[in-house]
C-alpha cells in the first residue's frame, strides 16, 4: 500500500502550501497589474484560492474513495478500531467540501473577502483529515518494521480501554467472554511475541479480541432494546388501564351534571369513543414505524393527554360540587345568591 503512503505525504504537503497562499500569493509584476484596484487583485485572489481549494478537495476526495473501496484496508483499519475516526474524518471532510461550496457562492456574490475567510477556514479543516487520514494509513501498514509493531500494542490497548467500558455494563454471565478478550490483549504477552518477530501472532490476537468486542456490543444493544420494550410495554399497560378510569371518570362527571362535551373538545376529541380510537391509533402507527424510543415518546405524550384531561375533569367536578353545595353561615344554611331558602 505504499501508493496510499504517497498519495497521504504528497497531499499534506500541499495543503501545508496552500494555506500560506493567502499571505504569500504571486502576482505578476508589471505596470498594469500594478495600477489595477485593490478590489480586482482582491478578486483574482479569491478566484485563484477557491479553484485551488476545490482542486484539493478533489484529490482528497479520490484518496478517501480509494480507502473506502480497498477491503484490505478497511480490514485493518476495522481490526485496528479505526473505522470509527475515519467516519469522523470523512464527516470532517464534507464539512470542508461545503465550507468551499459556500465560498463559491461568495465569490459569485462578490464577496471576495468572506470566500477568502471560509476557503482558509475549509483549507486547515482539509489539512487535519488529511494528516489524520495518512497516520491511520501508516498505522495499520507501518512504514518500518518498529513502527508496525508499535501501532499494533496502541491498537491493543485501545481495544482493551473499549472491553474495560463494556465490563462496567455486563452481567456475570458475559464475564468469562471478557476474559477471553483480556487474553488475547495481554500487552506483556504481545510484546514478547513482537520481540521475537510474531507479529502475526499479536496482529491474530487483536483481530480475534475484537471479533470479541463485538459480540459484546451487539449483545449489549439487544439486551438494552429488549429491556426497553418491556419498559414500553409495562407503560402501555399503565396508560391502557389510566385510560379505562378517565373513561369511567367521564361517565361519572357526566352522569353529576358536568359538560363533558366540552371539556373534550377542548383536547381535539367529541366523545369517548373518539377518544379510545385515537389513542390506539397514535399507539398503533408508532409500533409500525418499529422505532421503540419513539413509542416511547408516543406512550409519554399520550400518558400527559389523559393527565390533562383527568386534571380537567377533577377541576370541573369540584367546581360544579362547590355551585350546588349550600354555604353554611353561624350555623345556619345559606343557598347560593339568586336560590330561595323557603321550601316549597
Known amino acids: 500500500m505504499k501508493q496510499f503512503k504517497t498519495i497521504a505525504i504528497t497531499l499534506m504537503i500541499s495543503l501545508l502550501l496552500i494555506s500560506v497562499m493567502p499571505v504569500s500569493f504571486p502576482v505578476a509584476e508589471n505596470t498594469a497589474e500594478k495600477n489595477e484596484k485593490s478590489s480586482i487583485k482582491l478578486q483574482k485572489r479569491a478566484e485563484m484560492i477557491v479553484k ?56 459569485s456574490a462578490k464577496d471576495y473577502s468572506g470566500a477568502i475567510s471560509l476557503v482558509k477556514e475549509a483549507l486547515m479543516k482539509l489539512k487535519n483529515v488529511c494528516m489524520a487520514i495518512h497516520r491511520m494509513i501508516m498505522e495499520v501498514q507501518g512504514v518500518r518494521e518498529e513502527g508496525r509493531t508499535e501501532g499494533l500494542i496502541v491498537a491493543m490497548k485501545r481495544s482493551l480501554m473499549r ?12 464475564l468469562q467472554i471478557v476474559e477471553k478478550a483480556e487474553r488475547y490483549l495481554n500487552i506483556t504477552e504481545a510484546k514478547r511475541l513482537l520481540a521475537e518477530g510474531n507479529v502475526s501472532e499479536v496482529s491474530h490476537r487483536l483481530v480475534e479480541a475484537n471479533k470479541i468486542i463485538k459480540q459484546l456490543y451487539t449483545h449489549l444493544k439487544e439486551k438494552a432494546s429488549s429491556k426497553t420494550k418491556e419498559r414500553v410495554n409495562r407503560y402501555l399497560h399503565i396508560i391502557g388501564r389510566f385510560r379505562e378510569n378517565i373513561i369511567n371518570r367521564i361517565g361519572i362527571a357526566r352522569a353529576a351534571g358536568v359538560n363533558i362535551t366540552e371539556i373534550l373538545q377542548t383536547f381535539g376529541v367529541k ?35 389523559l393527565w390533562k384531561i383527568d386534571r380537567a375533569i377533577t377541576i370541573q367536578m369540584m367546581e360544579h360540587i362547590h355551585m350546588k353545595r349550600p354555604h353554611k353561615h353561624l350555623g345556619k344554611e345559606h343557598n347560593m345568591p339568586g336560590k330561595s331558602n323557603k321550601k316549597s
Open 163 to 174: 472491553l474495560q467500558r463494556i465490563k462496567s455494563l455486563i452481567g456475570e454471565e458475559d
Open 52 to 107: 485551488v481549494a476545490n482542486l484539493v478537495a478533489q484529490r482528497i476526495e479520490g484518496f478517501i474513495k480509494k480507502i473506502q473501496n480497498d477491503s484490505v484496508i478497511l480490514e485493518k483499519l476495522e481490526n485496528a478500531d479505526l473505522i470509527d475516526d475515519l467516519e469522523e474524518n470523512i464527516s470532517a471532510f464534507e464539512d470542508a467540501r461545503s465550507l468551499i461550496d459556500d465560498a463559491s457562492k461568495r465569490l
Open 271 to 305: 366523545n369517548v369513543t373518539e377518544l379510545r380510537e385515537k389513542i390506539a391509533e397514535r399507539i398503533r402507527e408508532a409500533k409500525k414505524k418499529g422505532d421503540i424510543k419513539e413509542l416511547l415518546g408516543v406512550a409519554r405524550k399520550v400518558g400527559r393527554g
